[in-house]
């Protein structure tokens, strides 16, 4: 059974860093892209950061670019995501999410499995 189980998330303050994980089980990460993505209260599941299965493709959001990193640990099957420079704005739930093949665009629609969710909240 394919599982995504997220973890790291909590309360910082403006400017701090966090660091994200997502342990996957029931498939290697070698053979499915990944994706972190976020959504805030009233709005849409937003694509933060995805990379290809081989790794070396990474895409990132607009509003993230230059302060958060996607990586990957295979011997772990743990992908994480740097999170540096917080802002208020970047308070919301972060999933990780799972689909198979070589790439997928960084839209939450590309991506068949999913995690719970860790939440992350960026305030003083």
């Known amino acids: 059974q394919l599982k995504l189980v997220e973890s790291g998330g909590g309360l910082v303050q403006p400017g701090g860093s966090l660091r994200l994980s997502c342990v996957a089980s029931?498939?290697?990460?070698?053979?499915?892209?990944i994706g972190w993505f976020r959504q805030a209260p009233g709005k849409g599941r937003e694509g933060v950061a995805c990379?290809?299965?081989?790794?070396?493709?990474?895409n990132y959001g607009d509003s993230v670019k230059g302060r958060f990193t996607i990586s990957r640990d295979i011997d772990k099957n743990t992908v994480y995501l740097q999170m540096n420079s917080l802002k208020p704005e970047d308070t919301a739930l972060y999933y990780c999410?799972?689909?198979?093949?070589?790439?997928?665009?960084?839209?939450?629609?590309?991506?068949?499995?999913w995690g719970q969710g860790t939440q992350v909240t960026v305030a003083p």
């Open positions: 029931g498939f290697t990460l070698d053979n499915y892209a």
């Open positions: 999410a799972a689909g198979e093949g070589l790439f997928r665009i960084c839209v939450s629609s590309e991506y068949d499995h």
């Open positions: 990379m290809s299965s081989s790794g070396g493709s990474r």
